[in-house]
């Protein structure tokens, strides 16, 4: 099933830091339902640049539970031939074409569940995040949020105002450390706890030491980079928290290895999506994706980069190799599952379950 855009007006563009830009738009009462979304899902933006058509993802940063106003920053990165579109072609009222909400790193609020969230992000990884952590603030008040946040400057601080600001109001619940990578900075103006540096294990052990670590009474939530991921992930589950309360997302392929590999020709592939069975001769080198989107099949997907895991599905049947699985945790691999937009067959049968 092909991505479906709808087109939405650009109500406002604001310039958060000297290289990210904010986009809002709002969603037309018939749309209301199909852009209904959960706090940490993304949205796929397709835009036309130089005749040609380009496909990102960009997370929402506003909080379901708040006012009408959909919104989402991109930063601007030397080579993001997008995020430079974004920042210096699009204009109040351009009609910009989006997909509908979609990802599972989301969180939903349950009004008298008492926690902590543990969130590590970096860079514009904050911005599912944000969303995630207004929305606890909003409906999970009996819960507290810990927040390590890294950056390169503190120029560079997405959001800093507002964190700044849901700091002084809700001090009891909400904290956060940040840490810059820039050496010798002054951070005397930043007035908070500040660390340097990258985040890594030990810096990551410091802030769970520092910040009362209680594993089952907690909640971990990761969005960064390749390496920052695995990394946190790594260093959580050496700590022994369960995989069921890690939640993590790439937000770019950074860090992110692709293996060369091939699959044969005619594989008999079936995939049992939402109770009802597709079945598939794969192409050579056609991955389970690319053949289940080829016959039309309502198969789940988005960045088809291996980085959101919206394809995740449980091979039932057969063999396959993937050509990077690092949006899935040992946990997942360890019950079969896999990524259908990395995946080509190395036998003649396969079987997967969307569940
Ligand atoms: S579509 Fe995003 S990981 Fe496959």
Redesign the pocket.
Known sequence: MEQVFYSLKVIEISKPTYNSTTVSFTIPKGLLNTFQFQAGQHLCFKFIINGKEEERMYSLHNSPFENEMYQITSKIKDTGLVSKYIATNLKLGDIIKVSEPKGNFVIQPTENCCKTHYFFAAGSGITPIFSMIKTILLKEKRSKIKLLYANRNITDILFYKELNDWKEEFSERLEITHTLTKRFLDTSQIGEVVKRGRINEEMINEFLNENSLEILKSEFYICGPGEMNQMTLDTLTELGVPAKLINYEYFSTEGITYDDLNSAANVELDALIRNENYHVILNENETV?QGLKRVGAPVP???????????KTKLTDGKVEMKSSM?LSSNDKKHNYI????SLAQSTVVMVDFE
């Open positions: 994706l997907f988005s960045c088809q980069n291996g980085i959101c895991g919206t394809c949006a990524l259908a937009c990395q």
